[in-house]
């Protein structure tokens, strides 16, 4: 995973994920209710768990492959594709100054159903042609619920203009090609984020066309799934960037992570900077957890149906 995503990206999803998370539980919890999927020889048999542990570069792994968006200026479409009975939904506020995209999830589950996904991942096409904003296509997992009662919540909004779409941004990244921060002077520095500023001025407003915008996500069930859902009901938020947030998760404290975390003064006080290697990580985050959490599937991925506006 690239590390300069994962480390400007931590602050923002962990808090997308503790709303997602929360939801989950609530979701999980209403769903199973007392004892759902638990043996039921006898009353005061334990339950049967299983060992699992949250091992992010094996999750990326798994969805590694199991789609290829479409490229800029590539003339698509596609059919709405469920995944395990899990589907995302996507609806659009718009006008001619840009549009906000919300995603959710549904299950045609009669319980919810807990499992990783990607947040964010849209295809916007204009006139049938990709136009889809430079977001980026690196799966990220993160924790989601989909529930029969309803769609449960994704992330934020995810917002486009004009400017950000992928036929005219290659022009914002020419105004910024060959920049060096190091050497540039002050007035070289305004000089360039004016030009940036009266591009995206410029381009603002959505062109006309006929758009619609896809929601699409790896679906990973089994034991990773399992792991997130208990790292989740103990108050972790950012599973994916723990390699770098530790230091402020539930793991805060733990010895293991002595010689990979250490104290940072910056402008706005004490930071805990981490780097901790994915095999400790994995040792730490490993849980018992009950066996119903694990539900066996493939991964496999899951497409919305297209959300339709027109600019005219």
């Known amino acids: 995973m690239n590390k ?14 503790a709303a997602v998370g929360w939801y989950g539980v609530q979701f999980l919890t209403s769903s199973e209710g007392e004892a759902a999927g638990e043996p039921s020889a006898s009353p005061s048999a334990p339950a049967q768990t299983v060992a699992v542990t949250f091992d992010v570069g094996e999750i990326e ?22 995944a395990h009975g899990i589907s995302p939904q996507v609806t659009v506020e718009s006008d001619q100054t840009g549009a906000s995209a919300t995603v959710s999830f549904v299950t ?23 136009v889809t904003p ?40 020419a105004i910024w090609e060959g920049f060096d921060w190091a050497t540039a002077t002050e007035e070289e ?17 959505l062109p006309a066309g006929e758009y619609k915008v896809y929601a699409w996500t790896p679906v990973i069930l089994g034991e990773p799934a ?14 994916a960037y723990l390699q770098y947030t530790a230091g402020y998760s539930p793991l805060a404290g733990a010895q293991e992570l002595e010689p990979y975390c250490s104290e940072s003064q910056t402008q706005g006080g004490t930071e805990m900077l981490c780097d ?21 599937a493939a991964p496999a991925i899951a497409i919305s149906e297209a959300a339709t506006f027109t600019i005219e």
């Open 4 to 17: 300069g995503l994962l480390a400007v990206g931590a602050v923002a999803l962990a808090g997308l994920s």
């Open 61 to 82: 792994a798994e969805a590694g492959g199991l789609f290829t968006p479409p490229e800029c200026g590539e003339e698509w479409s596609a059919d709405p594709a469920t």
């Open 108 to 130: 045609d589950a009669d319980q919810a159903t807990a499992f990783l996904a990607q947040q964010g991942q849209l295809i916007v096409t204009r006139d049938g042609v990709v």
């Open 134 to 173: 430079d977001w980026g296509n690196e799966f990220v997992p993160a924790y989601a619920v989909a529930s029969p009662e309803g769609a449960s919540p994704a992330g934020e909004p995810l917002d486009f203009t004009g400017a950000s779409l992928c036929d005219v941004s290659a022009q914002m990244s």
């Open 189 to 205: 520095v305004a000089e360039r984020q004016a030009a940036a500023a009266a591009f995206e001025d410029e381009n603002a407003d």
């Open 226 to 239: 399992a792991a997130a859902r208990a790292l989740i009901e103990e108050g972790f938020t950012d599973l």
């Open 276 to 296: 901790v290697p994915q095999e400790v990580l994995t040792e730490l985050l490993e849980r018992e957890v009950p066996a119903h959490y694990v539900v066996e």
